[in-house]
């Protein structure tokens, strides 16, 4: 891209022509469909090619065109509402933190009003490598995406190929008969489309999407009933899996039983006649989530991530100037700490102190100050929040878009304002839920309205989530200064 960019003056009007002639005529140039595989090695034996990760380089002109047209087809996707509700991948206002605030949501309601969740989170083997070419232009062409648009699709998958370079050596050119170009613009929104119909397969469960990333679960009061309506509705799932070409794996796909009442050991649950293992834990959508919802198992997880780091930090503190440490605290510690903090971040303190004490302990060596220095003026310097208001400040934010209505339906409709005149000041107050469990006090949509009504009139008042955050990151630290 630094080339296109320093010769950007000379070549926009032939790139203009070319981009235009491209969208009208629904032919995707033939020289921008080869992709460069570079294979990066990931663990394990490095004479088995599964420990190695291909990474595909495409032509930089190729992404400025799939931007144009996915820009276009944005627009008529959300038009016409063509995505479903339940998935969040790719989407815009939507996150893995949202789909997993939905998925916690619904298990902690249905545990508050005493009944079991089970949930299957299902693994599919190179889905987006073996999307079939046919299948997804006979789906495009039922939503509605039709004439050049769809020979402009049908070219832009059509005769791609891709070479393989690694360690100075290039292979022959090879044709892809399916799936999507692995790091484009489209591939992900294409996927989505022809995903989109597994909603519809089950009217008795609901679904978590983010891209590939696929869990169904469904609530009841009697565990044996619920245990067998999702061994048959899977069935059915696998029966579309099959059917669009698919591969459902089974060894890696688990299952879940949530809720506080006693469960019986031995529930056995099958897909197609192959038994699905039954986890205590499982990681969905980088985070590990655990059949009680006490989070301590990722909080372990980010503990040891730390600690290690810490190591690193600490071999390069006498080298470093304290902005390129600031710089190393983001990428070694706050990246992993502050990922979906707002749906792990809300359990109790004892919990998340280790992480707290490692925060600060990280704070002082960026500093580079003593082990026993107060923290609160190293924060003030810094201009960074503690762990629990970091936790506050990403719930509040998620109650900052409930009041302007831009969350996805399922998580929207959680959140009731109550009614008041416009000029009242509880115009802004969100009606409390009546929680039994602990689980659920500590779900982060209860928690958040709490958290939410209890802020001042102006903070809710805000024009926009940018000043939000600002205001409040500003009011926070104020107070660090008052505690000095």
Known sequence: MVIIKKTLDCISIPLCYIFNLSLQSGVFPDRMKVAKVIPLYKSGDKHSFNNYRPVSLLSQFSKVLEKLFAQRLDSFIEKYQLINENQFGFRKNRSTALAL????????????????????????????????????????????????????LRSYLENRSQYVHYLGNTSERLKIVCGVPQGSILGPKLFNLYINDICDVSKRLNSILFADDTNFYCSGENLKDLVEIMTSEMLRLKIWFDVNKLSLNLTKTKFMIFGNRVKEDEVIMSIDGELIERVTEFRFLGVIVDENLTWKSHIEYIRKKMVKNIYILGNVRDLLDYKTMRILYFSLFFSYFSYCIEVWGNTYENTIKPLNLLQKKVIRMIHNVKYREHTNKLFIKSKLLKLGDLVKLRTLLIMFKAKNNILPFKLQRVFLLCSGREDSRRKFYFKHQLARTTQRLMSPTVRGIRLWNSLHYNLKNCINLYCFKKCYMLKTITQYEECE
């Open 101 to 152: 605030l939905t998925f916690i949501d619904d298990i902690s309601s249905a545990t508050n009003n005493n009944k079991y969740t089970v949930g299957v989170f299902v693994d599919l083997k190179k889905a987006f490598d073996s999307l079939q070419h046919s299948i997804l232009i006979s789906k495009l062409y039922n939503y509605g995406v039709r004439g050049v648009a769809l020979n402009w």
